[in-house]
């Protein structure tokens, strides 16, 4: 893996984390970490949907409109979310630009802020004007270090890697397993490329990728409030564009995999497959409501093939379709067809890490995926002491 060219990043401990939970924010040592550039990006966001968003999103979201979608810093801390921090939330994230401002001689406008973690606690200002002026001095490109910083209770860093003929890269780092459900993308992802790639498509064409991939992923069905997935550009390298936003589509999907295969105390990935179907939004909404179908969950964890569950969470989508019609296949064995079980091998069902759910709705030519993990007591052991 290399890092696209125009892109310098960094990770650093700023002791953020004092206390117990350290059990479960098993990242690296890091809590902070930063992507800069000699010269401005050129951005496309997506921002959490939650009208409990957190100070960081509104100040990211607000940069991007003064300065027309451009960058040159982006700054992410763990361990607090700064959400729930009211005025007080939204004057540390102006002290952080204005050190970050003064440390690496850009205008605060041109810089964005992330923040994820534990919601209510204000974040430690001390640290942030103690650590800022040592990680802006020292940017040592490791990108492993920098996957691992922006982790909290993920078990393993989420990194994606491409490189076109033409020299030009994708390195893309995502963070998330839990508090994970599908209304823009319940994470952090940072994707970094060198294309030269049209800036007025940028946002356009980045939504319809999220809502294909990141915007699918479901681990407990529910949504953050920091929510953020960003695609900086620092336009160096030509490159064949259609190609581009193809390969940017699939990097994006396996990232979401691997959100919804780390997701707090999951044992199996699940993916989801609608097919068939009159559209794609009638499909996409059957994935997703199959996905985040807590009974189907349990399920799939305790190796139960229920399918009963699958088609009850089908039928509550609210998307219209005829049940004497669909084919139900589990892990490639069809086991449900016109209006009726078919016997199959209960053996051979959910047993591998990679559980493989598809319909076949029989009404059309559209199709949708979706990617989740089964529901653990693991799950709730972790969110039963997050904060204590």
């Given amino acids: 893996m290399k890092i696209p060219s125009g892109f310098k990043i960094s990770s650093a401990n700023f002791g953020l984390d004092e206390s117990d939970n350290k ?5 690296s040592e890091n809590d902070v970490a930063i992507i800069f550039g000699e010269d ?12 409990f968003a957190a100070p960081p ?9 003064i300065s027309n979608q451009k960058t040159r810093a982006v700054f992410i801390n763990t361990v607090f979310a700064n959400a729930g921090t009211g005025k007080i939330g939204e004057k540390s994230c102006q002290k952080i630009a204005d050190y970050l401002s003064q440390n690496l001689k850009i205008s605060n406008e041109k810089i964005l802020l992330f923040s994820t973690g534990k ?3 204000q974040l430690p200002m001390k640290k942030f004007s103690d650590g800022i002026p040592k990680i802006c001095q020292n940017f040592d490109n490791n990108i492993n270090n920098f996957g691992r910083a922006i982790l909290t209770t993920d078990l393993v860093e989420k990194i994606v890697f491409t490189e076109f003929s033409s020299g030009a890269k994708i390195l893309g780092f995502s963070k998330g397993s839990g508090m994970i459900a599908p209304n823009m993308a319940t994470m952090l992802g940072f994707f970094l490329t060198d294309a030269k790639i049209d800036r007025n498509k940028m946002t356009e064409n980045w939504k319809k990728i999220i809502n294909k991939s990141l915007n699918c992923v479901c ?4 949504e953050s409030t920091n ?21 940017l589509e699939k990097l994006t999907i396996d990232s979401t995999k691997k959100i919804a295969a780390d997701g707090e105390g999951a044992t199996k990935l699940i993916s989801v ?17 199959i996905i985040s179908y807590d009974l189907l969950k349990c399920a799939i964890y305790g190796q139960d093939p229920n399918f009963g569950r699958i088609l009850a969470a089908a039928g509550s989508a609210g998307v219209k379709f005829d049940p004497e019609k669909i084919k139900l296949f589990l892990d490639g064995e069809k086991i449900f067809e016109n209006g009726l079980p ?23 030519k559209y199709s949708a995926e979706s990617w989740g993990c089964d529901l653990t007591e693991k799950y709730v052991q972790i969110n039963g002491k997050y904060s204590t």
């Fill in 23 to 27: 059990n479960f924010f098993i990242g």
């Fill in 40 to 51: 401005c990006f050129d951005v496309a966001a997506t921002f959490t949907q939650n009208y």
């Fill in 57 to 65: 999103v509104h100040f990211s979201k607000k940069n991007l409109k």
């Fill in 119 to 121: 919601i209510g606690t």
């Fill in 219 to 222: 681990v407990d069905n529910c």
């Fill in 227 to 247: 929510d953020a997935a960003v695609l900086l550009s620092s336009q160096k390298i030509e490159v064949d564009e259609e190609v581009f936003w193809e390969n």
């Fill in 273 to 289: 497959l609608v097919c068939g179907s009159d559209s794609e939004i009638s499909a996409q909404k059957i994935a997703k409501k």
């Fill in 342 to 364: 078919i016997q199959f091998d209960h053996q051979k069902i959910f047993q591998n890490s990679e559980v493989k759910i598809k319909i076949d709705l029989c009404n059309g």
